[in-house]
């Protein structure tokens, strides 16, 4: 028994950009929102830096734009750069008024900091490092209390139901039920991936489900090969890790190697204020097995056992700022002290982790796909902002300003011309569950191996052999894990093609930017 949902609007997704697009769009229309746990599994509750816009005295959105382009190494959309710093300012000062409790200065204005590679304080905070969990708790808040929304919690998008080419809606489980949801416009707002990688700071929900459904449906997707990775998460053996903001190197904190040495002077005239490309890759080129530790075992040792190299440890040091890092950073204090680490006194180990794929599904500056109907913004969307390398805090402010201008699109889609005819289908069954978890990690040891930080030819097609055998043995009714390979091989493949280094694609076989590549996109 298949169940069958009608509605105007189907957001898939409870990120800010879906959270956004849902309750603009419930002014005009009903709207469904789905979404693979709660309301609040998704990365913009664990975002800790901010929101980029030009509010302050001196910054303006030319500024801003100038920023995002440098940082963006030559493949940013300049008309969609455009609209992303001019229209954001009024974005977060409509998020204030809707209750978000942001970070203010006596005088009432907004509290202003600085990341890497800005020109200027434009980084609003909430409760000093809580600005993802603020902006959520608002958004949902005003989901919650719209009439015309109905969410949709543990429903799992399995594939879009597309008709002459043309997107009517999802085939969705919802708490296990097969669920038929047919819709006018669908929108996805589906995250990231950083769960294809073995560190990442994404949450557990982010298994690039989106990239996988649009990329089978046959929407177009570009950038793949462009992952950012964050060069300072908590190093711990939990999965996702917690994140060390940037804010506390733009506090003055400094990166020692396991040899006592601040290795980021030597490695950028920013040193540990450098673009996060390059932050990333120095920390892990000193985190690689190398040097001679005593309880160090031989590569051979380890290939018997099945361990892992151990790797070396690289340290943040905030203890300058002593007492002041509670208040500055509650959240973080109290993800170091529940782990045993006192930042007031203890350097904080930490490691690069996957944190934002610049890549996804291509839509335009109204968040329309390729396809016909459907929808693409936030993450999962590829609008050309971020170019090779998302300049820090940007990533917030697209979700608003793009999900601002794909509620607005949608008041003009008319309805279906035909219903979808119903089909026989239903939801896969999970039966193995233990080998579906080896399979994923199988998958996020390979891509960090291989496709992570730094690439290789040689790499990468072991890394997309590994990934077909992968794919050969995933037991009936895996379709996460599916999902997982699938985008694992986006990204893999796009790598391989992309002969140079750009953003946050690095080939250490081919380390330099390429004039031959400025521009190019790799387009699936």
């Known amino acids: ?24 769009a419930a002014e005009h229309s009903d709207v469904i929102m789905m979404t693979k746990r709660s309301l609040f ?7 800790q830096g901010g929101i980029a816009a030009a509010l302050g005295a001196g910054d303006s959105p030319e500024l801003h734009r100038r920023d995002t382009l440098a940082a963006g190494a030559a ?3 300049a008309e969609a750069v455009e609209v992303l710093v001019k229209e954001g300012p009024a974005r977060v000062r409509e998020l204030h008024a809707a209750g978000a409790d942001f970070d203010l200065e006596p005088s009432g204005d907004f509290k202003l900091g600085r990341e890497a590679a800005h020109s200027q304080n434009r980084i609003v905070h909430a409760h000093g490092d809580q600005t993802g969990a603020e902006v959520a708790r608002t958004l949902i808040e005003r989901v919650r209390g719209s009439a015309r929304v109905r969410v949709l919690e543990l429903a799992r998008a399995l594939d879009l139901i597309v008709v002459g080419g043309i997107c009517c809606g999802a085939r969705v489980s919802v708490a296990g ?4 949801i047919i819709a006018d416009a669908t929108v996805l707002a589906t995250g990231g991936c950083g769960q294809v990688f073995r560190y990442t700071t994404n949450p557990d929900v982010a298994t690039g489900d989106g990239f996988a459904i649009a990329h089978r449906a046959g929407a177009r997707l570009a950038d793949m090969e462009f992952v950012q990775f964050h060069p300072t998460a908590l190093e711990t053996p939990e999965n996702p890790l917690a994140l060390i903001s940037e804010a506390v190197r733009g506090e003055g904190a400094r990166l020692f190697n396991d040899a006592g040495e601040q290795f980021m002077l030597k490695r950028h005239r920013l040193a540990e ?6 932050v990333a890759r120095e920390v892990f080129r000193e985190r690689r097995p190398g040097r001679t530790v005593a309880v160090r075992r031989s590569a051979a040792d380890l290939a018997r056992t099945g361990e892992r190299p151990i790797e070396r440890v690289v340290t943040l ?5 002593g007492a002041d890092f509670a208040s500055h950073f509650p959240g973080i204090f109290a993800i170091c002290m529940a782990r045993g680490i006192d930042p007031r006194t203890d350097p904080i180990p930490v490691t690069p982790a996957a944190h934002y794929m610049m890549g996804g599904v291509v839509s335009d500056l109204t968040g329309r796909s390729t396809m016909p109907r459907l929808y693409a913004c936030g993450e999962v969307s590829n609008t050309g902002v971020h170019g090779a390398n998302r300049l820090a805090s940007n990533s917030l402010l697209e979700g608003l ?10 008041t003009d889609t008319p309805p279906l011309a035909t219903e979808p005819a119903e089909s026989a289908w239903s939801v896969p069954v999970l039966r193995d569950r233990g080998a579906a978890q080896v399979a994923a990690n199988e998958i996020r040891d390979a891509m960090w191996e291989h496709a992570g930080i730094a690439r290789t030819a040689k790499g990468l097609r072991a890394c997309l052999t590994i990934l077909d055998d992968i794919q050969s043995r995933l ?3 895996a379709t996460e894990e599916a999902n997982m390979v699938e985008t694992a091989r986006l990204i893999a493949e796009a790598a391989l093609m992309r002969k140079e280094s750009r953003g946050g694609h690095f080939r250490s076989d081919h380390p330099t930017t390429k004039r031959i590549w400025e521009g190019k996109r790799i387009v699936w």
């Open 41 to 47: 599994d998704s990365a913009t509750a664990y975002a």
């Open 317 to 321: 040091d905030a203890t300058h700022l």
């Open 75 to 77: 493949l940013c959309d």
């Open 401 to 410: 300003v793009f999900a601002e201008r794909v509620a607005r699109d949608l």
């Open 177 to 180: 039920r097969a669920t038929e």
């Open 1 to 24: 028994m298949i169940d069958r949902i009608r509605t105007r609007f189907l957001v898939i997704g409870s990120g800010v950009a879906g959270l956004h697009t849902a309750w603009r």
């Open 475 to 477: 037991p009936e009714g």
């Open 273 to 278: 204020l450098a673009p996060r490309d390059v």
